[in-house]
């Protein structure tokens, strides 16, 4: 049975980091590639950021650009998603995902096979 944990969410400043962690079980991670998607109440869900099997390639939305850093450990099935600099518009419940493309850095919702439960972020002003 494969399981996506994420955790590390909460409530936050505006200008303060936050590191997300989402492991994975159940399958051989660095058989993936990973993904952070985010969705906030009445929005859909939004690409983040992703990366491929080794981390030597990442993609980033372009309004985190900058500012969030996708990272992985193989070793220990672990993706990470280090926020900095953090907004409001940040606000969302952020969910892992993994791709069984372990190659690509995909960016939409339907190339993912395995998803999280989410964790919440909340940047309050």
């Known amino acids: 049975q494969v399981q996506v944990v994420e955790s590390g969410g909460g409530l936050v400043q505006v200008g303060d980091s936050l590191r997300l962690s989402c492991a994975v079980s159940?399958?051989?991670?660095?058989?993936?590639?990973m993904g952070w998607f985010r969705q906030a109440p009445g929005k859909e869900r939004e690409f983040v950021a992703s990366?491929?099997?080794?981390?030597?390639?990442?993609s980033y939305a372009n309004s985190v650009k900058g500012r969030f850093t996708i990272s992985r450990d193989n070793a220990k099935n672990t993706v990470f998603l280090q926020m900095s600099s953090l907004k409001p518009e940040d606000t969302a419940a952020y969910y892992c995902?993994?791709?069984?493309?372990?190659?690509?850095?995909?960016?939409?919702?339907?190339?993912?096979?395995?998803w999280g439960q989410g964790t919440q972020v909340t940047v309050s002003s």
């Open positions: 995902t993994a791709d069984q493309n372990r190659w690509a850095t995909a960016t939409r919702v339907v190339d993912y096979e395995y």
């Open positions: 159940g399958v051989t991670f660095d058989n993936y590639a």
């Open positions: 990366i491929i099997w080794n981390g030597r390639v990442t």
